[in-house]
T-cell receptor
Framework: DAMVIQNPRYQVTQFGKPVTLSCSQTLNHNVMYWYQQKSSQAPKLLFHYYDKDFNNEADTPDNFQSRRPNTSFCFLDIRSPGLGDAAMYLC????????????????FGEGSRLTVL | AQSVTQLGSHVSVSEGALVLLRCNYSSSVPPYLFWYVQYPNQGLQLLLKYTTGATLVKGINGFEAEFKKSETSFHLTKPSAHMSDAAEYFCAVSEGGKSTFGDGTTLTVKP
């Protein structure tokens, strides 16, 4: 089945130690998103890629970076994790319908839960 | 600008009772509306969506929602709750590839 796969599912790191989370998709969608979700809150968009075009949200801290080497893969790098960065990180994709419009439907991975000690 | 308001952060129902989760939206263009469900330590999963056409949409697990333009609402219902419906539910509006989520409603189902 086509899907969005995130690794690792659970990541424990120490304060200030860099972390990389990965996301791969077999849907061939051209848009990929990274969301941060804290307990009992809505997902918060960090950034997204339309193909290789990177779009950062205005309030995303510089501590968060992203790479998309090809259509299938996207990475989230947290350069110096703080205690406040402990959260679930969700990768999602969106397709493009014929005629030139976003479908609007997000396909999510299972998430990567980050713990910062 | 678009926004979503979910009325009631927590809803509790008895097994077999009607489930009603409320969602109101604002959008500058005809909206694409979605309900997603999230189980603990998992990603969000699409329950149902409205883009165009019939205003009453049916989704997975017996859920349905009705788009009411005059009320700017997209409430989620299920006639008979099951224990497995206990989860977090998010209403979302999408425009130009950007999705805006409500704050979520936690559904508890009592035996």
């Amino acid at each position: 089945d086509a899907m969005v796969i995130q690794n690792p599912r659970y990541q424990v790191t120490q304060f200030g130690k860099p972390v990389t989370l990965s996301c791969s998709q077999t849907l061939n969608h051209n848009v990929m998103y990274w969301y941060q979700q804290k307990s009992s809150q809505a997902p918060k968009l960090l950034f997204h890629y339309y193909d290789k075009d990177f779009n950062n949200e205005a309030d995303t801290p510089d501590n968060f970076q992203s790479r998309r080497p090809n259509t299938s893969f996207c990475f989230l790098d947290i350069r110096s994790p703080g205690l406040g960065d402990a959260a679930m990180y969700l990768c999602a994709t969106m397709g493009w319908r014929s005629g030139g419009a976003y479908t609007g439907e997000l396909f999510f991975g299972e998430g990567s839960r980050l713990t910062v000690l | 600008a678009q926004s979503v308001t979910q009325l009631g952060s927590h809803v509790s129902v008895s097994e077999g009772a009607l489930v009603l989760l409320r969602c109101n939206y604002s959008s500058s263009v005809p909206p694409y509306l979605f309900w997603y469900v999230q189980y603990p330590n998992q990603g969000l999963q699409l329950l149902l969506k409205y883009t165009t056409g019939a205003t009453l949409v049916k989704g997975i697990n017996g859920f349905e929602a009705e788009f009411k333009k005059s009320e700017t609402s997209f409430h989620l219902t299920k006639p008979s709750a099951h224990m497995s419906d206990a989860a977090e539910y998010f209403c979302a509006v999408s425009e130009g590839g950007k999705s805006t989520f409500g704050d979520g409603t936690t559904l508890t189902v009592k035996p």
